[in-house]
């Protein structure tokens, strides 16, 4: 399995940007998919991100689209999401995930074609 820990997240006005920062760690790890997802209290985990190995396809939400971007760094074992116009409906706890299976790219949207998740980074934004 894949050992993830995020970082980043933070409280930060509306329109504003974050990067959050995940590190990954294990002997296969860069030969993962890479994913981030969010959740709010009594709602579904929801896709917002995902690269493919070696970071040749990126995947995004709908409603994250155009504001967000997924990379990766496998030399410093590290993904990134840069988030830019940020706003009040993106509040919520954003995990990374890791998905070792080789699936049709629709598969990389749903939580459970991941492996290993992060404890999870809280980012709230203000109005």
């Known amino acids: 399995q894949v050992q993830l820990v995020e970082s980043g997240g933070e409280l930060v006005q509306a329109g504003g940007s974050l990067r959050l920062s995940c590190v990954y760690s294990?002997?296969?790890?860069?030969?993962?998919?890479m994913g981030w997802f969010r959740q709010n209290p009594e709602k579904e985990r929801e896709f917002v991100a995902a690269i493919s190995r070696a970071g040749v396809s990126t995947y995004y939400g709908d409603s994250v689209k155009g504001r967000f971007t997924i990379s990766r760094d496998d030399a410093k074992n590290t993904v990134y999401l840069q988030m830019n116009s940020l706003k009040p409906e993106d509040t919520a706890v954003y995990y990374c995930?890791?998905?070792?299976?080789?699936?049709?790219?629709?598969?990389?949207?749903?939580?459970?074609?991941?492996?290993?998740w992060g404890q999870g980074t809280q980012v709230t934004v203000s109005s």
């Open positions: 995930a890791a998905a070792a299976g080789y699936y049709s790219r629709p598969s990389y949207y749903t939580a459970r074609s991941y492996d290993s």
């Open positions: 294990g002997r296969t790890a860069t030969t993962y998919v």
